[in-house]
């Protein structure tokens, strides 16, 4: 639980921190496997950075968590 919350936290909070963000959104990907309530989460927190981050390592990063999510 403090392990998805911390990953969350990163993402919300974090947004210059590029490897950070890339970690936390695979970690809650691969977490996201055993419990079914952090996609829905996770998915819509993507799609706002994905709007707001500039780098292309975490973009590229998060796209292929999005694609692995709807597939």
Same mark, same amino acid.
């Given at each position: 639980?403090?392990? @998805? ?6 993402? %919300? =909070?974090?947004? #210059?921190?590029?490897? +950070?963000?890339?970690?936390? =959104? +695979? ?15 996770? @998915?819509?927190? %993507?799609? &706002? ?9 975490? &973009?590229?990063?998060?796209?292929? @968590?999005? #694609?692995? %999510? +709807? =597939?």
């Amino acid at each position: 639980e403090h392990f @998805v919350t911390g990953c969350f936290y990163t993402l %919300i =909070t974090h947004t #210059d921190c590029t490897a +950070n963000m890339a970690m936390a =959104t +695979n970690s809650l990907y691969e977490l996201g496997k055993e419990f079914e309530w952090i996609y829905p989460e996770l @998915v819509p927190t %993507i799609e &706002r950075l994905l709007t707001q981050t500039k780098t292309k390592g975490y &973009r590229a990063s998060a796209a292929k @968590v999005l #694609d692995a %999510i +709807n =597939t």
